[in-house]
């Protein structure tokens, strides 16, 4: 008998999380399945009612329903009520828990890649779901000041207010400056475009780009020809679903079971993005 685990989201085929965990549940040496289930959103209330029904053990939960899946959980911690977002189920007795690793994930990240945002100047480019994760944890990291450019101003200022930072106008970006950027929106998807040009990242240290198709960004690419240290967006898919895997098993991978996965993790994006 197989536990099943799996991603809902819409759209959900091409998520890379089942490299994650299926390769985590094996060199854990559990009998655990991980799948995706693309669900559609006028079929979303049922698949979450079919969770219990089907003994689904956990889930993960992406674009779009980290937000709306939260009014069906038994429970929700604290971080995640904070953010506002669930990307995690974990089924326990029959009920069903939420929690949020997008976060870890960033600080993770950060750790792993030997930089403390203690005490620095961070911006933040994008006010949507996977930002707001991204203001938390900088916030919790002791960021000195967080400040947030998005298209929509509005957005900015709601999110700035909710974890105290500053909000700019979108058409000011070009005059960002600070010690770290963060891209959290899905411009450079699929694309060459880049939010901003070498010239401001010039005025920085540390570039992150939560956007990992292609794994090299047009604003990583100028960032690293502009003396910046760089963090792709695998980094950041990688530890929160590793933070999953802990959560859904109770267990810790060795750092070598880590290095497998992270490894696999970059080859199959290769071997998409050939
Ligand atoms: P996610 O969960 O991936 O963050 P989201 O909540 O839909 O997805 O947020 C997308 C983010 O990318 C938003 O900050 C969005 O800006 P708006 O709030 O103005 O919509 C930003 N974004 C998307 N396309 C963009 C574009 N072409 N230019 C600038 N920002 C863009």
């Known amino acids: 008998m197989y536990d099943v685990y799996?991603?809902?989201?819409?759209?959900?085929?091409?998520?890379?999380?089942?490299?994650?965990?299926?390769?985590?549940?094996k060199l854990l040496g559990l009998k655990s399945v991980y799948g995706t289930f693309?669900?559609?959103?006028?079929?979303?209330?049922?698949?979450?009612?079919?969770?219990?029904?089907?003994?689904?053990?956990?889930?993960?939960?992406?674009v779009p329903y980290k937000e709306r899946i939260m009014k069906y959980l038994d429970e929700i911690y604290k971080t995640s009520s904070e953010i506002g977002a669930v990307n995690t189920v974990v089924v326990e007795e029959g009920r069903l828990l939420g929690f949020n690793t997008d976060w870890i994930g960033v600080l993770k990240a950060f750790e792993e890649n030997g930089i403390s945002l203690k005490g620095k100047q961070v911006v933040v480019i994008g006010a949507g779901g996977a930002a707001k994760a991204v203001v938390y944890a900088v916030k919790e990291a002791g960021a000195k000041e967080i400040v947030i450019y998005n298209r929509t101003y509005q957005k900015a200022v709601e999110l700035a207010q909710k974890f105290g930072g500053v909000p700019k106008p979108w058409d000011e970006l070009n005059k960002a400056e600070g010690e770290i950027i963060i891209q959290t929106t899905s411009v450079g998807l699929n694309s060459k475009e880049s939010v901003v040009g070498p010239e401001v990242l010039?005025?920085?240290?540390?570039?992150?780009?939560l956007v990992y198709s292609p794994l090299k960004t047009t604003f990583l690419t100028y960032a690293e020809e502009k003396g910046c240290k760089v963090i792709d967006g695998l980094q950041?898919?990688?530890?929160?679903?590793?933070?999953?895997l802990r959560l859904w098993t109770k267990k810790s991978l060795s750092q070598e079971s880590l290095s497998i996965i992270q490894k696999e993790l970059y080859a199959e994006v290769q071997r998409r993005q050939a």
Do not use: C
């Open 6 to 25: 799996g991603v809902i989201g819409y759209p959900v085929k091409h998520s890379l999380s089942p490299v994650i965990h299926n390769l985590g549940f």
């Open 38 to 62: 693309e669900v559609s959103p006028e079929n979303f209330e049922q698949a979450v009612i079919g969770i219990k029904a089907l003994g689904i053990q956990g889930l993960s939960v992406t």
């Open 202 to 209: 010039l005025r920085f240290k540390v570039a992150m780009d």
């Open 236 to 244: 950041m898919l990688f530890y929160q679903g590793i933070e999953q």
